[in-house]
């Protein structure tokens, strides 16, 4: 089946600094998710990207959809303590169809 | 709006027990999927409920699980009997068929340890 490679699998930064993490697939898919969750609970959906090359932010968040639509990247700029959590970005063929492709997840530790 | 809520959080049983995890969609969700998350890697697909009719299965594992959700309401997942590898996070996601691009709303997840 279809598999997203994520990276890192892990950062620890201090306060303050940006963060960038990246999915890329072999194979196409046509909406990129980025998902958040943090400790006990479920993912939380940050950023949806549905059109190769769009670049859309979220408050302290920016996320592009690769132009090849194989890839897909996040960043978090001036990092907050609050920001501790796993990311998860995935993947859909079918847009709305809420199947989706996980990568493995990107643990973040931010430093006071 | 109630969010998605699943039962138990927590459930620790022996290899050869049965166990059955519970989901209450988001009132209104004709879409309803379970997910897992085993030992750290990537959340795998399951299998997707479009009211009480199951739309694709293609990510169950094997045989030992059953899902259901009578009446198109709520949905239960069966594992039985369990194996050590079943070990994971479980986790049910709801959306809205009305709503183009609709996201998933998960679930807490329960967290499955077979011993």
Known sequence: ???????????????????????????????????????????????????AGELTSNGRLTA????TR???FLNISASIPSDVGIYFCAGQINTNAGKSTFGDGTTLTVKP | EAGVTQFPSHSVIEKGQTVTLRCDPIS?????YWYRRVMGKEIKFLLHFVKESKQDESGMPNNRFLAERTGGTYSTLKVQPAELEDSGVYFCASSSHRIVNSPLHFGNGTR???T
Do not use: R
């Open chain 1, 70 to 72: 194989k890839d897909s």
């Open chain 1, 1 to 51: 089946g279809q598999q997203l490679n994520q990276s890192p699998q892990s950062m620890f930064i201090q306060e303050g600094e940006d963060v960038s993490m990246n999915c890329t697939s072999s194979s196409i898919f046509n909406t990129w998710l980025w998902y958040k969750q943090d400790p006990g609970e479920g993912p939380v959906l940050l950023i949806a990207l549905y059109k």
């Open chain 2, 28 to 32: 209104g969700h004709d879409n309803l």
């Open chain 1, 64 to 67: 592009q959809f690769g132009i």
């Open chain 2, 112 to 114: 499955l340890t077979v």
